[in-house]
């Protein structure tokens, strides 16, 4: 079975623009989150989203935004990007919207010019 | 909100040792999880601890969660160069679906 599939695995934005970014949990999985990986640090939450629902939601500005589609695939976007957003974004979905293990996708990395 | 504290930051063993990586928690926890993250990978899943005072063991790692379940460690047994990575615990926050990483513990192993 396929894991946790992320899109696109680069991407060079500059100050202002938006991004998008897509995430595939694994086959059943319904549950999906987005985190940040700043270099050197721990994954930072964002948000969770079970069953098209957002459940959680980490201390990140209303730049950041994000939707579950009905095949519980999900997108995480950005708007308005400052030279902070650089970071490696990780997905990761679950079976239960309750913290259980988290199963990782390879990420994002996202740099701002 | 809380966060849990890893000690040490870095650590630098030579092939063959042991060593412990401790995480600490100002709270209760319900839970807490390990997870592991090779340089330029992703965080990769160990283990979850869930009852007070438990022991797991997955070959040469063993993990514990404190009796209190204020704190959990990682104790890796004749270290090879394959541990190299950074290794990460993890709390869910106040219940939620938030899960809350500490900084890590970067471990390199000297050949």
């Known amino acids: 079975d396929a894991g946790v599939t992320q899109s696109p695995t680069h991407l060079i934005k500059t100050r202002g623009q938006h991004v998008t970014l897509r995430c595939s949990p694994i086959?059943?999985?319904?549950?999906v989150s987005w985190y940040q990986q700043v270099l050197g640090q721990g994954p930072q939450f964002i948000f969770q989203?079970?069953?098209?629902?957002?459940?959680g939601r980490g201390n990140f500005p209303d730049r950041f935004s994000a939707r579950q589609f009905p095949n519980y695939s999900s997108e995480l976007n950005v708007n308005a990007l400052l030279l902070g957003d650089s970071a490696l974004y990780l997905c990761a979905s679950s079976l239960w919207p309750t913290v259980g293990p988290q199963h990782f996708g390879d990420g994002t990395r996202l740099s701002i010019l | 909100g809380q966060q849990v504290m890893q000690i040490p930051q870095y650590q630098h063993v030579q092939e063959g040792e042991d060593f412990t990586t401790y995480c600490n928690s100002s709270?209760?926890?319900?839970?807490i999880q390990w997870y592991k993250q090779r340089p330029g990978g992703h965080p990769v899943f160990l283990i979850q601890?869930?009852?007070?005072?438990e022991v797991k063991k997955q070959k040469r790692l063993t993990f514990q969660f404190g009796e209190a379940k204020k704190n959990s460690s990682l104790h890796i047994t004749a270290t090879q160069t394959t541990d190299v990575g950074t290794y990460f615990c993890a709390e869910p926050q106040g219940g939620s679906e938030k899960l809350v990483f500490g900084k890590g513990m970067k471990l390199t192993v000297n050949p």
């Open positions: 709270t209760t926890l319900s839970n």
């Open positions: 601890l869930v009852k007070s005072g």
């Open positions: 086959s059943g999985h319904k549950s």
């Open positions: 989203y079970y069953e098209k629902e957002e459940r």
